[in-house]
Protein backbone atom coordinates (compact mmCIF):
# COMPACT_ATOMS: atom_id res chain seq x y z
CA UNK A 1 0.00 0.00 0.00
CA UNK A 2 0.78 3.58 -0.72
CA UNK A 3 0.24 6.37 1.87
CA UNK A 4 0.09 9.98 1.09
CA UNK A 5 0.74 12.75 3.22
CA UNK A 6 0.30 16.73 1.58
CA UNK A 7 2.16 19.58 3.31
CA UNK A 8 3.12 23.16 2.20
CA UNK A 9 -0.08 24.75 1.98
CA UNK A 10 -1.00 28.24 3.84
CA UNK A 11 -2.02 31.97 3.22
CA UNK A 12 -0.30 33.53 0.46
CA UNK A 13 -1.22 37.33 -1.85
CA UNK A 14 -2.08 36.68 -5.26
CA UNK A 15 1.31 36.84 -7.30
CA UNK A 16 2.44 34.84 -4.79
CA UNK A 17 4.24 31.49 -4.49
CA UNK A 18 3.60 28.47 -2.67
CA UNK A 19 5.25 24.71 -3.06
CA UNK A 20 3.36 21.38 -1.88
CA UNK A 21 5.05 18.10 -0.78
CA UNK A 22 3.40 14.93 -1.12
CA UNK A 23 5.38 12.39 0.47
CA UNK A 24 4.83 8.54 -0.26
CA UNK A 25 4.98 5.30 1.45
CA UNK A 26 5.85 2.24 0.25
CA UNK A 27 8.01 0.41 -2.06
CA UNK A 28 5.73 1.17 -5.38
CA UNK A 29 5.98 4.55 -5.56
CA UNK A 30 8.03 4.58 -8.98
CA UNK A 31 5.20 2.94 -11.45
CA UNK A 32 2.56 5.34 -10.21
CA UNK A 33 1.21 8.14 -12.43
CA UNK A 34 0.53 10.75 -9.85
CA UNK A 35 -1.34 14.26 -9.85
CA UNK A 36 -2.18 16.81 -7.80
CA UNK A 37 -6.32 18.09 -7.75
CA UNK A 38 -8.18 20.39 -5.96
CA UNK A 39 -11.40 20.84 -4.56
CA UNK A 40 -12.78 24.79 -3.37
CA UNK A 41 -15.85 25.15 -2.50
CA UNK A 42 -18.73 24.00 -4.27
CA UNK A 43 -17.05 22.49 -6.43
CA UNK A 44 -15.85 19.43 -8.05
CA UNK A 45 -12.41 17.90 -7.29
CA UNK A 46 -9.97 18.72 -10.08
CA UNK A 47 -7.09 17.40 -12.09
CA UNK A 48 -4.89 20.46 -12.00
CA UNK A 49 -1.18 18.82 -13.20
CA UNK A 50 0.06 14.70 -13.39
CA UNK A 51 3.21 13.57 -13.80
CA UNK A 52 3.95 9.66 -14.93
CA UNK A 53 6.68 7.83 -14.01
CA UNK A 54 9.25 9.32 -16.61
CA UNK A 55 8.55 12.52 -15.78
CA UNK A 56 6.12 14.08 -18.49
CA UNK A 57 3.83 16.12 -16.98
CA UNK A 58 -0.23 17.69 -18.07
CA UNK A 59 -2.06 20.26 -16.81
CA UNK A 60 -5.12 21.82 -16.68
CA UNK A 61 -5.39 24.82 -18.69
CA UNK A 62 -5.86 26.97 -15.57
CA UNK A 63 -2.71 26.19 -13.88
CA UNK A 64 -0.85 25.84 -17.10
CA UNK A 65 2.26 27.88 -17.00
CA UNK A 66 1.93 28.54 -14.19
CA UNK A 67 2.01 25.73 -11.78
CA UNK A 68 5.05 22.95 -12.13
CA UNK A 69 4.69 19.50 -11.16
CA UNK A 70 7.84 17.26 -10.33
CA UNK A 71 8.93 14.09 -8.76
CA UNK A 72 12.09 12.54 -6.88
CA UNK A 73 11.22 8.63 -6.90
CA UNK A 74 14.32 7.95 -4.50
CA UNK A 75 12.29 10.57 -1.70
CA UNK A 76 9.30 8.90 -2.99
CA UNK A 77 8.00 12.27 -3.02
CA UNK A 78 5.79 14.32 -5.80
CA UNK A 79 6.14 18.02 -5.29
CA UNK A 80 4.24 20.85 -6.82
CA UNK A 81 5.08 24.43 -7.57
CA UNK A 82 2.90 27.16 -7.45
CA UNK A 83 3.98 30.98 -8.97
CA UNK A 84 1.56 33.45 -9.61
CA UNK A 85 -0.99 32.64 -7.41
CA UNK A 86 -4.77 33.71 -8.30
CA UNK A 87 -7.55 33.67 -5.52
CA UNK A 88 -9.42 31.21 -7.75
CA UNK A 89 -6.69 28.98 -6.95
CA UNK A 90 -7.37 28.57 -3.08
CA UNK A 91 -8.59 25.08 -2.33
CA UNK A 92 -7.74 21.64 -0.66
CA UNK A 93 -4.95 19.78 -2.66
CA UNK A 94 -4.55 16.45 -2.54
CA UNK A 95 -2.28 14.47 -4.51
CA UNK A 96 -2.92 10.80 -5.57
CA UNK A 97 -2.79 8.23 -8.57
CA UNK A 98 -3.62 9.65 -11.69
CA UNK A 99 -5.98 6.93 -13.60
CA UNK A 100 -6.86 4.28 -12.20
CA UNK A 101 -8.35 3.37 -8.99
CA UNK A 102 -7.44 6.26 -6.79
CA UNK A 103 -5.84 5.46 -2.91
CA UNK A 104 -7.48 6.72 0.10
CA UNK A 105 -7.80 10.28 -0.13
CA UNK A 106 -5.19 12.29 2.37
CA UNK A 107 -6.16 14.76 4.15
CA UNK A 108 -5.20 17.54 1.86
CA UNK A 109 -3.17 20.70 2.47
CA UNK A 110 -4.72 24.22 1.86
CA UNK A 111 -4.13 26.71 -0.20
CA UNK A 112 -5.77 30.46 0.48
CA UNK A 113 -5.23 33.03 -2.26
CA UNK A 114 -6.05 36.27 -0.43
CA UNK A 115 -5.36 39.86 -0.20
Known amino acids: QVQLVESGGGLVQPGGSLRLSCAASGSTFSIYVMGWYRQAPGKQRELVALITSGGSTNYADSVKGRFTISRDNAKNTVYLQMNSLKPEDTAVYYC?????????WGQGTQVTVSS
Open 96 to 104: NVAGGVPLS
